[in-house]
């Protein structure tokens, strides 16, 4: 499916000019700031409605909250313990819709719940909880928990902890992967009638009188300043929103954002023999190991953090209490020597006046009003950002959201469709010259119905080669990623569109080289910019994604 049908045969950067140029030219119902899901959301619900829609973001589409989840569409188990039921039934509500409308991305998986305590204490506890959270809504998709023994528990998992085990529960939750959500997000608004302009920062509000109508933008690969014309602006910045100095301030914040750094650890997934996600109870939290191709993503931390806010990355002290968490649950000796990479985000909270802790602060997202012509939008969870971008352009059209009812509820997300079909289309590509299975399912994974179209680039561009031998990611994805999906840069690409940066131990320094040169085809790199763009990726990849000391 084509998103960008108007400007398919431009270079990028001409296609990135041309909306930049009509990004300054016309006004706006809205103008989004900040290219998260949440943003993505809101462009996709407002253009879906009707409304000349704009969004722009200072770096890539999800570069900072968004690409740094737990990989998780849940409902959230431990919310129960805090009593947030509601919370949970919305959340376990978006978490089928999504199963519906991206089943690409978005993919049941079974989770095992080791118990550990006091037998009939221990069980009852948790078994009530689960039976709670099936009632809610989990059991629609995926079916009711199980009870297990703890030797069946031991032939799933046979390196769970024994000393203690009372048995375990396996049940059903959703995973995904986010930067490529939120991207899949955004294109489905461009193909609704949105506009999107990465590398293109908001520096200050546009003001005519007591009314925001607008905001000044500097253009981050020129350095120009803009003025981009809108009825309403909405800040969907997130942690962004946090600082004193953030260019939509009012000086009258209508609440407080506190920002919560969350660190996962990467780890080859045969090191630690389990068939199923695996959900690790700690002191005070959940902590989860989620599957991905070839690894686990496991954490995660819940710490505030009172840092910059861009690229955060996980510290040594976090590392260390995921090992602690996972050796506490498996007697598999993990260490650092067995991760091959981190990664740090952080969850804009919203938080009241004094709060010191991250733990019981609202998880609930907030909508406001905080001056004529600004509303702001932050909180929440991944797995609700539909409703977050919803209620956020419903208080945009105030009066006249009732007359325009938001449709995203059954809006598929491009590459969608059913799981059957993406089965079969799956089993016709794994039969293509120089495809075998495992590359044909990750291409379907990752790009839907849109894979025979990256095939078919690969094929005309010569590029139907894996990108690194351990890795069933082709070379075409990069060429797709900079034609198709906005990238402009090799941690574009690397982090967000592949997530090679995080799962390859070298920070993929050995792709690198080869993912420039097929940018800068396309970008117009000489070979002295794609050796600058190497090094340049390289610095912060390693400070972003390695292993802290």
């Not at 253009?47 to 737990?70: F, Y």
């Not at 939120?182 to 608004?189: D, K, N, W």
């Not at 938080?351 to 991250?358: D, F, L, N, Y």
């Amino acid at each position: 499916m084509a998103d960008l049908p108007r400007s398919a045969s431009r270079p990028p950067l001409a296609r990135r000019g041309a909306d930049l140029e009509r990004l300054t030219r016309e006004t706006w119902d809205v103008l989004i700031v900040g290219g998260g899901i949440v943003g993505c959301g809101a462009l996709l619900d407002a253009a879906n409605r009707g409304l000349r829609a704009a969004l722009i973001e200072q770096g890539d589409i999800a570069v900072g909250t968004s690409s740094r989840s737990s990989r998780l569409i849940h409902g959230g188990l431990r919310y129960l313990e805090q009593g947030r039921v509601g919370l949970v039934r919305e959340a376990l509500g978006e978490r089928a819709r999504l199963l519906d409308l991206a089943p690409h991305l978005v993919r049941l998986e079974r989770f095992l719940f080791p118990l550990y305590g006091r037998p009939v204490v221990t069980r009852a506890f948790f078994a009530s909880g689960l039976a709670l959270y099936d009632a809610l809504g989990s059991a629609r998709h995926g079916g009711r928990h199980l009870h297990l023994s703890a030797g069946a528990a031991l032939e799933l998992a046979p390196d769970l902890r024994r000393d203690g085990l009372q048995g375990a529960m396996l049940y059903a939750d959703a995973m995904e992967d986010d930067a490529r959500f939120a991207l899949a997000v955004l294109r489905t608004a461009l193909r609704e009638g949105g506009l999107a302009v990465t590398r293109a920062r908001a520096v200050r509000a546009l003001r005519y009188g007591d009314r925001v109508a607008g905001v000044t933008v500097r253009d981050e690969i020129t350095g120009a300043e803009l003025d981009v014309r809108a009825a309403t602006v909405l800040d969907a910045t997130g942690v962004w929103g946090s600082r004193p100095d953030r260019p939509l301030g009012s000086g009258r914040a209508a609440f407080n954002v506190l920002p919560s750094r969350g660190s996962h650890i990467v780890v080859p997934r045969d090191r630690i023999p389990v068939p199923v996600g695996v959900t690790i109870r700690v002191p005070g939290k959940t902590a989860f190991m989620v599957p991905w191709p070839r690894h686990w993503v496991i954490g995660t931390t819940d710490e505030p953090f009172s840092g910059p806010v861009e690229r955060p990355a996980a510290s040594g002290a976090e590392v260390d209490r995921i090992l602690a968490a996972v050796n506490g649950a498996f007697e598999v000796g993990l260490g650092r020597d067995d991760i091959v990479g981190t990664y740090a985000g952080l969850r804009p909270l919203i938080a009241p006046s004094g709060t010191t802790t991250t733990v019981p602060v609202s998880r609930e997202h907030r909508v406001a009003v905080e001056d004529r012509g600004l509303v702001r939008v932050s909180g929440g969870k991944y797995t609700t950002y539909r409703l977050m971008a919803r209620d956020a352009i419903d208080v945009v059209l105030g009066d006249d959201a009732g007359e325009r009812p938001s449709g995203t509820a059954e809006l598929t997300i491009v590459g969608a469709a059913p799981r059957a079909e993406l089965d079969a289309l799956t089993a016709s590509l794994a039969r293509e010259p120089g495809l075998d299975p495992e590359t044909a399912r990750s291409l379907v994974d990752r790009h839907g119905v849109e894979a025979p179209e990256v095939l078919a680039l690969g094929r005309e561009r010569g590029l139907v080669r894996r990108l690194v031998p351990e890795h069933p990611i082709l070379e075409a994805e990069v060429a797709w990623a900079v034609e198709r999906e906005l990238a402009l840069a090799l941690d574009d690409v690397l982090a967000r569109r592949t997530r090679l940066a995080m799962t390859l131990r070298d920070r993929a320094e050995g792709a690198a080289p080869r993912v420039a040169a097929i940018a800068g085809d396309l970008l117009g790199w000489d070979p002295a910019r794609q050796a600058a763009e190497v090094a340049g990726y390289l610095q912060g990849a390693r400070r972003e994604f390695a292993v802290p000391a």
